[in-house]
T-cell receptor, first 114, second 109 residues
């Protein structure tokens, strides 16, 4: 158990809908990272927050947005969902801003768009 | 652009040794991670290298050559539970983590 929690574990929805994925980092970690992993694909970095502020942006679509709240939990919002958005979404946390820090991954949310 | 190359898939026999290579071309270098990921599960940390040389940790060792932009993960005494994907990730000059696509390792009895 990494100490990172994600909810829900599974999510099934329809095209065009909007969903919110939630992540609570390890106690004391200030950085949260979001990743997308499609079937049999590598990890695609989406976005990083550090202590409430956006720190780095990867290949995140405009339909996707995220935020980190004062209690350091983070939410990833996915809107106008398409079939291709079906994937595992991982959240990871680390105790730094992104310097040399090991990232600890949550169990993931499996999103299925029908 | 930034690029990390790993073989897509490798097969090895239980009890044997396997070496998984990773070559990288990134804007700067501040370290390299290896992670293990079982199918459908979260990646878990295996090793971190920032200086040239070999880091040994039980059955797993990781090697780095910064001048060659090259690393490998060595797995000894392979067990069936080692069947997983192995991800190489490099920290670039902006301290961003660049991920490889991963190597799927299949262990056969």
């Amino acid at each position: 158990d990494s100490g990172v929690t994600q909810t829900p574990k599974h999510l099934i929805t329809a095209t065009g809908q909007r969903v919110t994925l939630r992540c609570s980092p390890r106690s004391g970690d200030l950085s949260v990272y979001w990743y997308q992993q499609s079937l049999d694909q590598g990890l695609q970095f989406l976005i990083q927050y550090y202590n409430g502020e956006e720190r780095a942006k990867g290949n995140i679509l405009e339909r996707f947005s995220a935020q980190q709240f004062p209690d350091l939990h983070s939410e990833l919002n996915l809107s106008s969902l398409e079939l291709g958005d079906s994937a595992l979404y991982f959240c990871a946390s680390s105790d730094g801003a992104g310097e040399v820090n090991e990232q600890f991954f949550g169990p993931g949310t499996r999103l299925t768009v029908l | 652009g930034q690029n990390i190359d790993q073989p897509t898939e490798m097969t090895a026999t239980e009890g044997a040794i396997v070496q998984i290579n990773c070559t990288y071309q990134t804007s700067g270098f501040n370290g390299l991670f290896w992670y293990q990921q079982h199918a459908g599960e979260a990646p878990t940390f295996l090793s971190y290298n920032v200086l040239d040389g070999l880091e040994e940790k039980g059955r797993f060792s990781s090697f780095l050559s910064r001048s060659k932009g090259y690393s490998y993960l060595l797995l000894k005494e392979l067990q069936m539970k080692d069947s997983a994907s192995y991800l190489c990730a490099v920290i670039d000059s902006n301290y961003q983590l660049i991920w490889g696509a991963g190597t799927k390792l299949i262990i056969k009895p």
